[in-house]
């Protein structure tokens, strides 16, 4: 089986920082994509940031220039550097991974998902 476990959330005012890390373990052959999402309370959940295998990102508009996506392939772990937090940034923020299992057989990844972790902006 493969596990995503999310860690680094919490209450931070605004201005403040904070920084996620998802470490993905188990059968694991390789990741490609590793993703952030976040959801907030009466919101869909939405894509906040994206990965490559080699290190290419995406951003949702609303947080680029604050936020920084970045990945340790060695450790399968990526993390979500958050600074200049506002308010509406408070949601559950999820880590997402495409992944090859080593017993799969499967020419496509499987998305998996961790638990999500909880961000509180104070205002």
């Known amino acids: 089986q493969v596990q995503l476990v999310e860690s680094g959330g919490g209450l931070v005012q605004t201005g403040g920082s904070l920084r996620l890390s998802c470490a993905a373990s188990?059968?694991?052959?390789?990741?490609?994509?590793m993703n952030w999402y976040r959801q907030a309370p009466g919101k869909q959940r939405e894509l906040v940031a994206t990965?490559?295998?080699?290190?290419?990102?995406n951003y949702a508009d609303s947080v680029k220039g604050r936020f920084t996506i970045s990945r340790d392939n060695a450790k399968n772990t990526v993390y979500l550097q958050m600074n200049s937090l506002k308010p509406e940034d408070t949601a559950v923020y999820y880590c997402?991974?495409?992944?090859?299992?080593?017993?799969?057989?499967?020419?496509?990844?499987?998305?998996?998902w961790g638990q999500g972790t909880q961000v509180t902006v104070s205002s």
């Open positions: 990965i490559t295998w080699g290190g290419s990102s």
């Open positions: 997402n991974a495409d992944i090859f299992r080593r017993s799969s057989t499967r020419v496509a990844p499987e998305s998996y």
């Open positions: 188990g059968s694991i052959s390789s990741l490609t994509a």
